[in-house]
Nanobody, 127 residues
Framework: QVQLVESGGGLVQAGGSLRLSCAASGRTFSSFGSYRMGWFRQAPGKEREFVAGISRNGGSTDYADSVKGRFTISRDNAKNTVYLQLNSLEFEDTAVYYC?????????????????WGQGTQVTVSS
């Protein structure tokens, strides 16, 4: 009954853009605004890594250095949805992208700090 469902992935040329969405549903997310949300990614053969995070009210965001200035995280608490805008995509951005939710305070970037995960959406950037 707890679901995070990502969408918006696909194949794009280097330099292109995509917008990922993550919709939350279920009793746990009846108060979506009480969760900090994050986006992570995992490339083949690599560990899952933090990409971006956003505070409960959307007023504060943080990014991995590798995506700073290119990606933008946002949320709409009325729609129980978090977004990730990916611009100026690079081949190295190819990965499965996951959204995640945490009740932790602060700005957690560890995978283990997030209790709820979506199934992921594939982003493939062709060079």
């Amino acid at each position: 009954q707890v679901q995070l469902v990502e969408s918006g992935g696909g194949l794009v040329q280097a330099g292109g853009s995509l917008r990922l969405s993550c919709a939350a549903s279920g009793r746990t997310f009846s108060s979506f605004g009480s969760y900090r949300m994050g986006w992570f990614r995992q490339a083949p053969g690599k560990e899952r890594e933090f990409v971006a995070g956003i505070s409960r009210n959307g007023g504060s965001t943080d990014y991995a250095d590798s995506v700073k200035g290119r990606f933008t995280i946002s949320r709409d608490n009325a729609k129980n949805t978090v977004y990730l805008q990916l611009n100026s995509l690079e081949f190295e951005d190819t990965a499965v992208y996951y959204c995640a939710a945490t009740a932790f305070t602060g700005t957690p970037v560890r995978v283990t700090s997030y209790a709820y995960w979506g199934q992921g959406t594939q982003v493939t950037v062709s060079s």
